[in-house]
């Protein structure tokens, strides 16, 4: 999974704050996915994005989460008014050409909400 | 709707033991099957893809194999070793580019 960068590794954020959640793919990957880990749960499916466009975000709570993959700069997954609930570890992977389906996933941010 | 599941959800066997981790999915229309290892407060890291038209796929001491007709993946770890003690994850997905399907994972533990 060498390539795939998230941060922060560790979020702490209060009840209602804003949490803001990095990945910069690895290079040349234009495709971007988002999977959350509930504790003692397997990974979810959240959104799949490819640059400026969102493919699927089927996985995706309708209220309060939100993601994008710029032009230019890594791709955002951004929860607004955060719940305990909230509380997860949140991968994301890329992939390049879709010929070749093999996902690198990052180390993952895990957010706390206190 | 897909489903993937993996059982048993934990595993304890001695060192030199081969490991056998079975994972089965309810739609046999698949596009790719992986298996991934997850170490404890770690990313994923890939070990095996398994294309639909495949039936097995070899690399070291691991070896996966795929019946999509029965609906079944089997992850194969001959010779065990300590380093090995991780979670494994089997994941689907039914088109090219489509989001992966998890199972629940099974916890390895490969006791000196």
């Known amino acids: 999974n060498a390539g795939v960068m998230q941060n922060p590794r560790h979020l702490v954020r209060r009840r209602g704050q804003e949490a803001r959640l990095r990945c910069s793919p690895m290079?040349?990957?234009?495709?971007v996915y988002w999977y959350r880990q509930l504790p003692e749960e397997g990974l979810k499916f959240m959104v799949y994005?490819?640059?400026?466009?969102?493919?699927?975000e089927s996985g995706m709570p309708k209220e309060r989460f939100s993601a994008e993959f710029p032009k230019e700069g890594p791709s955002i997954l951004r929860i607004q008014q955060v719940v305990r609930g909230d509380s997860a570890a949140y991968f994301c992977?890329?992939?390049?050409?879709?010929?070749?389906?093999?996902?690198?996933f990052g180390s993952g941010t895990q957010l706390s909400v206190l | 709707k897909q489903e993937v599941t993996q059982i048993p959800a934990a595993l304890s066997v001695p060192e030199g033991e081969n490991l056998v981790l079975n994972c089965s999915f309810t739609?046999?229309?698949?596009?790719?099957l992986q298996w991934f290892r997850q170490d404890p407060g770690k990313g994923l890291t890939s070990l095996l893809l398994?294309?639909?038209?495949?039936r097995e796929q070899t690399s070291g001491r691991l070896n996966a194999s795929l019946d999509k007709s029965s609906g079944r993946s089997t992850l194969y770890i001959a010779a065990s070793q300590p380093g090995d003690s991780a979670t494994y994850l089997c994941?689907?997905?039914?088109?090219?580019?489509?989001?992966?399907?998890f199972g629940g994972g099974t916890r390895v533990l490969v006791k000196p």
């Open positions: 739609d046999s229309a698949i596009y790719n």
């Open positions: 994005l490819q640059k400026e466009n969102i493919i699927d």
């Open positions: 290079k040349g990957h234009s495709h």
């Open positions: 994941a689907a997905t039914k088109a090219a580019g489509n989001k992966l399907t």
């Open positions: 992977a890329s992939a390049g050409a879709l010929a070749n389906e093999k996902l690198f």
């Open positions: 398994i294309q639909s038209s495949q």
